[in-house]
């Protein structure tokens, strides 16, 4: 018996559910979920700045507040995450293919010239 693999949050990225998570796995499916893997705080550094790019729910706060810096979002084929900053973009994928393996990729974008 296979295992059940799947991703779940908010666009921005906020796990708001208990079984949001970058990779949950009903190890006995259909139930049993365990977060493998939350998620991905990413800092993007540019020269001397640092962009956070996570974002936490807490009580009375939302921090870091990276989904300010978020341009686009499409969920298919998979979802892909757009930010901008400093004349920079940078684009974050995460898939789950059929091996089962998951995988997050970024790449960068010069918006600007200098």
């Keep these: 018996m296979g295992w059940a693999v799947t991703a779940s949050s908010t666009v921005f ?23 493998c893997v939350s998620k991905l705080d990413e800092d993007v550094y540019v020269g001397d700045d640092v962009y956070r790019l996570g ?4 009580n009375d706060a939302i921090y870091p507040q990276g989904y300010k810096f978020l341009k686009a979002f499409s969920i ?3 979802p892909m995450y757009v930010y901008g ?30």
Excluded at 14 to 27: D, E, F, M, Q, S
Excluded at 55 to 58: I, L, M, Q, T, V
Excluded at 86 to 114: A, H, I, M, N, W
């Design 13 to 35: 990225g906020i796990n708001t559910r208990k079984y949001h998570g970058l990779l949950v796995a009903a190890l006995h499916p259909p139930g049993d979920r365990t977060v």
């Design 55 to 58: 974002a936490n729910e807490f």
């Design 76 to 78: 298919a084929p998979f």
């Design 85 to 114: 900053f400093d004349g920079f973009e940078v684009k974050k994928r995460f898939s789950c293919p059929k091996t089962r393996t998951p995988s997050q990729s970024y790449t960068k974008f010069l918006t600007e010239r200098f």
